[in-house]
């Protein structure tokens, strides 16, 4: 008989919250992880009295009801709604694609005026059948919205030109003709008034966990501990690349501490420009 019934491996989100519900069961769990720290991706720091998201922020969204309370009873979360801008040559558009987008693309008021400017872009270009990203994006929402609010964006995450990109990838652009500047249409958003970590050490309350540690460093060994392995990192390292490796693309943080009230008036700006060499301030 082994140790455990579950080794979790990673102590992020799905890590924590599976090995909560799990020992809520009944089942031994041991978490583990090679960072320094729990929480995975959602880990903050406090600095300065500011729950800093060490990773990139991360909004709390959801629509099941379920859900939200259960993380409720952990932490307290705010009233926070994502409404990003996008700074395109200095000026300020709002995301997603909204009324308020239009209104300052073209000077539309109206949701059929808008409606009419993008189906006259699309008609213009005259693409059936979408080769790339670029086609796929254009045939969806004309040159305008694609010229200044995607390209230049997409291929910074990317790393790549957005002719070279599969169509796929952007199969949907969430488009309203609404003035609304809501991100997500999920009836329940906010960030933990304590930060993440609050979340993360009441899921793990109770469970055994251990940072610091690598699974790959003596794998046979933490194999041997469980029944049953749950394995949150990187897929083809845990298949030691036998079919390949993916190509994933990650992010640099550069973090400032700046002495003024408030920089930029809204907590999202994304930069859509190329040759801006950033995707956002936060």
Known sequence: MKQYDY?????????????HKAAQQGKKCLVIDKRPHAGGNLYCENIEGINVHQYGA??????NKDVW???NSFVEFNRYTNSPLANYKGKLYNLP????TFYALWGVTTPEEAKLKIEEQRRKAGIAAPNNLEEQAISMVGKDIYEILIKGYTEKQWGKNCKELPAFIIKRLPVRFTFNNNYFDDAFQGIPVGGYNQLITGLLKGIETRCNTDFFANREYFEGLADTIIFTGK???YYNYRFGKL???SLRFEHE???IENFQGNAVVNYTERKIPFTRII
């Open 58 to 63: 991360h909004i709390f969204h959801t629509s």
């Open 235 to 237: 897929i083809d390292e």
């Open 257 to 259: 501490t700046v002495n």
């Open 97 to 100: 694609f909204n009324m308020n």
């Open 69 to 71: 309370n259960f993380v």
């Open 247 to 249: 190509e994933y693309r």
């Open 7 to 19: 080794l979790i491996v990673g102590a992020g989100l799905y890590g924590s919250a599976f090995a």
